[in-house]
């Protein structure tokens, strides 16, 4: 096989979140750790490479983003997504999450409405809370293990004075690529409210088959007046290397950004988070698509898991991402017991719904980005833990 995904890494030690935080979040190193969002994959060996050819230089002085750095955004984003970026539409950002915070900070004021849909990935609410933005939630509405968007909720709410949305597309955690007709209403109710549209869009590149990630600016609503958020971090495992970028293509907005992140000093990234984005772009498009196919497998193997050994979880088939939003309604437990169920008695580490703000209980998140070892030894504890319960 050409990319080896079921090779086992030992990463406890290396300060790993995922690994060595499990004593700090969960009180116990011991766990399986199926929580934060990142791979037990090593990258396609096209980054080790730039990044050891990078490292023998031995110099690592103040760096640009040079031409070939947004070259390779570019053709990622014709190639992947047939999106036309201009070179100067893009902005480096050291994280998808500062920028999400920087965009509050620079583009609305204290006490402005900032909306999102929850349930969602928890710091779209930190960065509104923590910055004494007023928090408007129009709540995702799940449909026979589907989320959708109430879109009349979304009109009402965005009438009434907000002056930012959030808008995970693909979703995270319900594992939803937002369909054209989707994102395009969406884009619509914020021209027609004069909304600032924030679209993370980190997830965009783990699409499995069946489905295509359409970028909100290519919805055919227009792209005024919107912040695009990507990085090649969830897709190629590299959150370690804070290398994210933002494309805006209203001059207006991205003026203001740039101007607030070379005032932070932000705006030119780090030496290897660089070299990683741009070698993954270029020579990275095989092991990703291997990628997706083991990731494929992982997931079918925890919906047939649930749907044969134990029907009162209902994993949520996810359209894209290693994230499984596990249903737990149907197990008579409530909130704390599952989670005791899971990580006291099944001895895993996984994200409680609840962090995820409203719509999220009775649920908990599953990161599959694991070998299938891993995840079959995981699934093989949950059902003793349920026999034994
Ligand atoms: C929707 C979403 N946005 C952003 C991030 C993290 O972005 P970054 O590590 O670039 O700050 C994650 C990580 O899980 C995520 O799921």
């Known amino acids: 096989m050409q990319f080896d995904f079921d090779r086992p890494i030992i990463r406890t030690g290396t300060g790993s979140v995922k690994y060595d935080g499990l004593k700090e979040f969960f009180n116990n190193p011991d766990l399986i750790p199926m929580w934060i969002a990142d791979m037990d994959f090593p990258v396609p060996d096209c980054v080790i490479d730039s990044i050891k050819k990078r490292t023998d230089h031995g110099i690592f ?68 809370r923590d910055n004494n933005r007023m928090l408007v939630n129009n709540q995702l509405q799940e449909l026979d293990g589907k989320y959708c968007i109430d879109f009349d909720d979304l009109d009402f709410k965005l009438s009434g004075g907000v002056k930012m949305m959030f808008f995970c597309n693909p979703h995270n955690p319900a594992g939803r690529v937002w369909s054209a007709p989707e994102i395009k209403q969406v884009v619509a109710l914020c021209r027609k409210h004069n909304v600032i549209l924030i679209s993370d869009e980190i997830h965009s590149d783990l699409i499995y088959p069946g489905y295509r990630h359409i970028p909100s600016a290519q919805a055919g609503e227009g792209d005024a007046n919107m912040i695009i958020c990507m990085a090649p971090s969830k897709t190629f495992n590299l959150a370690g290397l804070a290398s994210a970028f933002l494309i805006i293509p209203d001059p207006e907005l991205r003026n203001k950004m740039k101007k607030i992140m070379e005032n932070l000093h932000i705006s030119y990234g780090n030496i290897f988070g660089l070299v990683a984005l741009q070698a993954a772009y270029e020579g990275g498009g095989d092991w990703l698509v291997a990628l997706i196919e083991y990731l494929s497998g992982n997931r079918d193997t925890v919906i047939n898991f649930f749907r044969e050994e134990l029907p009162e979880i209902r994993p949520l088939v996810p359209e894209a991402t290693y994230l499984v939003w596990l249903d737990c309604r149907n197990t008579g437990m409530n909130d704390r017991e599952i989670k005791r169920f899971f990580t006291n008695r099944a001895g895993i580490a996984m994200n409680p719904g609840t962090v995820f703000g409203p719509g999220g209980e009775g649920f908990h998140r599953m990161n599959i980005g694991c070998t299938k070892k891993t995840l079959n030894n995981a699934l093989d504890k949950i059902k ?3 026999i034994n319960r």
């Open 61 to 128: 002085g103040y760096t640009l983003v040079t031409r070939s750095f947004y070259d390779a955004i570019i053709n990622w984003m014709r190639v992947k997504h047939g999106w036309e970026v201009p070179a100067d539409w893009i902005l480096f950002s050291p994280g998808v999450v500062p920028a999400l915070t920087i965009s509050v900070m620079a583009l609305t004021e204290p006490g402005d409405k900032v909306l999102l849909q929850s349930p969602v990935y928890p710091p779209f609410f930190s960065s509104i």
């Open 384 to 386: 003793k833990a349920w």
